[in-house]
C-alpha cells in the first residue's frame, strides 16, 4: 500500500464516517493592512470530510465567502486532530440545488443536532462550500510521524517512523 493510500485511510478514519469536524479555516482579507498586505482571516467551521475534500455549509454573502470568492486559496486545521492542510474554496451553491442533494444528505446526517437551527435551506444564500485539498501534513503521535500528503498529484512522503 503507498503512503498516499495510507494517509488518505488516516484521514477516513479521523475524519470520515459522518463525524462533524471542527476546522479552523483561514482565508485571506479582501482589504489590505495598512502597510499595504494581504492578512490572514481565521474562524472555526463545521465540516464533514469525504475523500479528500471538506464541506461546510454557510451563507453565501458571509465574509469568508466574499473573501474566497476574491482569492480561493484556503488553509485548514482540524481542531485537536493533528491536521493542517491547504487548499482550493469553492462555494458549490445553494444547498438546495439538486446537483447538491447527495452531499445535503450526508450534512444533514453529521450536523443532524443542530442543522436546523442554524441553516435556513429556503433562503437561497444557504450554500455548501467544498474545500478541496491540495496538500497537507498529518501529525502523528507528536511528530514521531509526519506524513506529508500532495492531494493534487496522489502522493504522500513519510518522515519518521514508517507507518
Known amino acids: 500500500m503507498s503512503n ?11 475524519f470520515g464516517n ?41 451563507h453565501g454573502k458571509s465574509t469568508k465567502m466574499q473573501q474566497i470568492e476574491q482569492n480561493n486559496e484556503v488553509a485548514i486545521a482540524v481542531n485537536f486532530e493533528w491536521f493542517t ?5 469553492e462555494n458549490l451553491g445553494w444547498v438546495m440545488k439538486p446537483e447538491n442533494a447527495d452531499i445535503r444528505v450526508k450534512l444533514r446526517k453529521a450536523f ?32 514521531e510521524t509526519l506524513i506529508y500528503m500532495d492531494f493534487s498529484n496522489k502522493s504522500a512522503t513519510v518522515k519518521g517512523k514508517e507507518i
Open 85 to 89: 492542510a491547504g487548499g482550493i474554496g
Open 18 to 58: 459522518s463525524k462533524d469536524n471542527v476546522l479552523g479555516l483561514a482565508t485571506i482579507a479582501d482589504k489590505l493592512n495598512a502597510e499595504g498586505k494581504p492578512r490572514p482571516v481565521v474562524r472555526d467551521v463545521d465540516a464533514l470530510y469525504e475523500d479528500g475534500a471538506f464541506y461546510v455549509v454557510t
Open 4 to 14: 498516499y493510500t495510507k494517509g488518505m485511510s488516516i484521514l477516513d478514519e479521523k
Open 112 to 143: 443532524e443536532k443542530w442543522y436546523d437551527m442554524a441553516n435556513n435551506e429556503n433562503d437561497e444564500n444557504c450554500c455548501i462550500m467544498k474545500i478541496t485539498l491540495t496538500n497537507g501534513i498529518i501529525n502523528l503521535n507528536h511528530h
